[in-house]
């Protein structure tokens, strides 16, 4: 992790990817505080990039705040080409909203 101007984090997307996995072991493990810590300075540490967008709405989506991950794909999607993984992952959200015919056609 380097510092970008004004001596703010850049998150590359390696590093983000590390972090949000040690999130997800954090409360497999039981230490869901300190992940939901972790979680929220990640989601308000990231720029706003396509991935980092896409980061910001698996946590979200991890977190069971599907309608907030629907709002950060849909932000990802308008910042350049989405992985595959990113329309698959927005369609999860969507259905846990009960919006399965716009899951499907998001697919």
Do not use: H, W
């Not at 308000?44 to 709405?57: I, K």
């Not at 932000?75 to 350049?80: D, K, M, P, V, Y």
């Amino acid at each position: 992790m380097a510092t970008g101007p004004g001596g703010f984090m850049v998150y590359t997307t390696s590093r983000l990817r590390a972090q949000f996995e040690q999130i997800q072991q954090l409360r497999q493990t039981g230490q869901g505080a300190v992940a939901d810590m972790l979680a929220n300075q990640l989601v308000a540490a990231v720029a706003n990039s396509t991935d980092d967008f896409y980061c910001q709405a698996s946590i979200l989506l991890e977190r069971g705040r599907a309608a907030d991950a629907l709002k950060r794909f849909d932000q990802a999607l308008t910042r350049g080409p989405a992985p595959p993984e990113l329309l698959v992952d927005r369609a999860v959200a969507l259905l846990e909203l009960g919006r399965l015919e716009d899951a499907a056609a998001g697919c």
